[in-house]
């Protein structure tokens, strides 16, 4: 470890920013006056690591409600926050207010290394915040004690309902950093009755540095948040603070590579993967509701259609929403979530999301558990006063049984800069760009602001970039799921550079647009897929993150190829590129339409 480890973290820090389901500020619970429900703050002592090997103090809000006693006892709901914030955040109050107004008791924990919950961060390890969450559960079962606020005496619930001895009814639902811990708290704790994972990761790596490319942007957002909770409650355990601040040591050097390299080393990636459902899915067995957000350039749709692929293939219960929201965007659309409205019930997924506990943890079997698979359409209208939009905006939601994903529609590359539907009628030619030394060229979004006046329109540099559209659609065109970019390239000086490794590939970055009849361009939630390409002398395939968009009457769709992007790393190397065209060439773009796709 470097000597001057936190001075290089500080520097790489742009700022903190809330990466998930967080907002608001800490504060101690105190009792709660309103009608119906209790909350009391209390702190639980638990073991973690891979050996037990560590003591951590976990802080927690417990909210019971009204009534529920040894005779009259209650189901119960465990969460915990999003990366950044901790147990009484503006959404995890929100959380145990809806479900304690529901008949549940909460329990909602800062995890580890956030709010005055001591140890680092582990990045939702299960042997770690895994351990944690696990020991939560003990609280529930009336096995483990814990301490209310200014009392050392401990106490011992004893109003859950018990499936049998030490199992209670229990149901796990929380956002982003909170939503993965949920993964690692059933993988090795069977008492976990059914799960509901909101806008989370799949896989870390991917997450942090697809295509082998680095998020730069939110890798220092991630960070930042990280290092900035362990500042302000270093005075619960300075020694969180030693060598890599509030993290694990590794994820410090991570981070170093990934702002030095641009792609992560062997170190990290057993890191995340470790700290990531895909590398141990198979223990998942519990009925899972996946919850995705379309606004979302961290965790993206991809994150959850695998997830929901593998728990499928091993038959595991799962369901999945993509929402309208996520973390490049967190203001849901008119009455599609408010966890804190008066009740879940005033709310479209608010609905689904209790109807779903109420089916597994509850045991009501009327409850439905909804479709297999629903997604929010920006394209319908419906409508949206505060009286009618937590019914209305179902209307914008489309229902099916299989997830709509792959791509199911060809088009061809042909000429210098087109696309066409039909592999005979491709033109052979090719399209050059290079990128320029120095700052990046192209630029899709300032990461975490989404919204806000940060953020400029998307934009290529002439001359850094390529691009192929089609011609305009005679109807409209609804994509839904993830495209593929297949791409022969002729690269003169990549062939010799990508020898040396991971720093001397070509970097490149595939994009979409939405193409209007007057020449505005929209970059669908400013999604793009970034690629190291470790051979150019193959065909390159670049899967694009997924997206639900309607291309009107008269757009066009076009496909970009751009040499860099602000908000990642890039090529450290000038590298000119051809792509090339034609019925032979392989270079295609594969669109999962729903309906048809036909052109003018």
């Known amino acids: 470890m470097p000597k001057n480890l936190t001075t290089v973290l500080a520097a790489v820090v742009v700022g903190a920013a809330g990466l998930a389901l967080t907002s608001g500020t800490h504060a101690a619970a105190a009792t709660d006056d309103t009608p119906g429900y209790s909350v009391q703050a209390i702190t639980v002592d638990?073991?973690?690591?891979?050996?037990?090997?560590?003591?951590?103090?976990?802080d927690a809000d417990l909210y019971l409600p009204d009534g529920a006693s040894a005779t009259h006892k209650v189901p119960a709901i465990l969460t915990t926050?999003?990366?950044?914030?901790?147990?009484?955040?503006?959404?995890?109050?929100?959380i145990g207010k809806g479900f304690v107004q529901q008949g549940y008791a909460v329990i909602s924990y800062s995890g580890l290394g956030f709010g005055h919950t001591n140890c680092k961060i582990t990045m939702d390890d299960p042997d770690w915040d895994g351990k944690a969450g696990k020991g939560m559960v003990d609280v529930f079962a009336g096995t483990r004690p814990y301490l209310t606020e200014g009392s050392s005496t401990p106490h011992f619930l004893r109003n859950i309902s018990l499936q049998k001895p030490g199992d209670p009814r229990l149901g796990m639902i929380g956002g982003s950093y909170g939503g993965q811990i949920q993964y690692a708290v059933a993988e090795?704790?069977?008492?976990?009755?059914?799960?509901?994972?909101?806008?989370?990761?799949?896989?870390?790596?991917?997450?942090?540095?697809?295509?082998?490319?680095?998020?730069?942007?939110?890798?220092?957002?991630?960070?930042?948040?990280?290092?900035?909770?362990?500042v302000q409650t270093a005075n619960q355990d300075p020694e969180t603070l030693r060598v890599c601040p509030n993290f694990v040591d590794q994820a410090c050097i991570g981070a170093i590579a990934l702002n030095t390299q641009g792609y992560p080393d062997a170190g990290t990636v057993a890191l995340a993967k470790h700290a990531s459902v895909a590398s141990y899915v198979k223990r998942i067995k519990i009925p899972t509701l996946l919850v995705q957000g379309q606004k979302d350039t961290l965790f993206n749709l991809n994150e959850a259609v695998a997830t929901y692929r593998s728990l499928q293939a091993q038959q595991t219960p799962v369901k999945m929403i993509w929402q309208s929201w996520g973390h490049s965007d967190s203001t849901p659309v008119p009455g599609e979530l408010d966890f804190g409205a008066k009740s879940l019930r005033d709310s479209y997924l608010g609905n689904r999301l209790l109807d779903w506990m109420?089916?597994?943890?509850?045991?009501?079997?009327?409850?439905?558990?909804?479709?297999?698979?629903?997604?929010?359409?920006?394209?319908?209208?419906?409508?949206?006063?505060?009286?009618?939009?937590?019914?209305?905006?179902?209307?914008?939601?489309?229902?099916s049984s299989t997830v709509s994903w792959d791509p199911n529609h060809t088009l061809y590359f042909t000429g210098g800069h087109e696309l066409t539907p039909t592999r005979s009628a491709a033109v052979a030619s090719s399209a050059s760009y290079a990128n320029a030394p120095g700052a990046p060229t192209s630029y899709s979004e300032t990461s975490g602001v989404e919204g806000s006046q940060v953020n400029l329109p998307p934009s290529d540099a002439p001359g850094t970039f390529v691009s192929f559209t089609t011609d305009p659609l005679s109807a409209p065109a609804d994509v839904v799921g993830s495209p593929k970019v297949t791409l022969k390239l002729s690269t003169p000086t990549a062939g010799y550079t990508q020898i040396g490794g991971p720093s001397g590939q070509l970097v490149l970055f595939a994009k979409i647009y939405d193409i209007a009849p007057d020449g505005s361009k929209v970059l669908k939630n400013r999604l793009i897929a970034p690629m190291r390409v470790a051979d150019t002398n193959k065909l390159v395939t670049v899967r694009l993150p997924g997206i639900v968009h309607r291309f009107a009457t008269g757009h066009r769709i076009q496909v970009a190829i751009a040499a860099s992007d602000a908000a990642y790393a890039g090529n450290t190397l000038v590298q000119p590129v051809a792509v090339m065209s034609g019925p032979d060439s392989g270079s295609t773009l594969g669109l999962p339409v729903v309906g048809q796709l036909t052109f003018q």
């Open 188 to 230: 090795q704790d069977p008492r976990v009755d059914t799960i509901i994972p909101i806008i989370t990761w799949n896989d870390l790596t991917y997450s942090l540095a697809p295509g082998n490319v680095a998020k730069k942007e939110w890798v220092d957002l991630f960070f930042g948040d990280g290092i900035v909770s362990g």
């Open 81 to 94: 926050n999003g990366f950044g914030g901790n147990k009484a955040d503006g959404n995890q109050s929100a």
């Open 358 to 399: 109420n089916h597994y943890v509850k045991g009501v079997s009327s409850a439905s558990t909804g479709p297999n698979f629903e997604y929010y359409r920006d394209w319908v209208k419906y409508d949206t006063s505060a009286a009618k939009a937590g019914t209305a905006v179902g209307a914008a939601y489309a229902r």
């Open 46 to 58: 638990v073991k973690v690591g891979p050996a037990d090997e560590q003591s951590c103090r976990v």
